[in-house]
């Protein structure tokens, strides 16, 4: 299983960015897809989750400026960031818990994405 992160950049606040990942490979099910992210000098944290029945979280400081959603039948996850902070820098990685056969339910990461807000 592989996921595929794109769609970061560099940016100026206030502007908006959309980062998408698709998973890839003997994939029988999808259970929670999310996005996190890790700044310089600091502990990688969770920036928004969607289950399979679709219930989502955003930590607190995306609330009302970042959107998570999914798209089951291309096994992909993307986050809408807008009203962007020059403190959203940071290494945005997707994340996804994944049935595969014989190994049964792991977690996948992507490989991470860049995301530079400055003017």
């Known amino acids: 299983v592989q996921l595929q992160a794109s769609g970061g950049g560099l940016v100026q606040p206030g502007g908006s960015l959309r980062l998408s990942c698709v998973a890839s490979?003997?994939?029988?099910?999808?259970?929670?897809m999310g996005w996190y992210r890790q700044a310089p000098g600091k502990q990688r944290e969770l920036v928004a989750v969607?289950?399979?029945?679709?219930?989502?979280n955003y930590v607190d400081s995306v609330k009302g400026r970042f959107t998570i959603s999914r798209d089951n039948a291309k096994n992909a996850v993307y986050l809408q960031m807008d009203s962007l902070k020059p403190e959203d820098t940071a290494v945005y990685y997707c994340?996804?818990?994944?049935?595969?056969?014989?190994?049964?339910?792991?977690?996948?990461w992507g490989q991470g994405t860049l995301v530079t807000v400055s003017s």
């Open positions: 490979g003997s994939i029988i099910s999808i259970n929670s």
């Open positions: 994340n996804a818990e994944i049935y595969i056969p014989v190994l049964g339910w792991n977690t996948y």
């Open positions: 969607i289950t399979g029945s679709r219930n989502i």
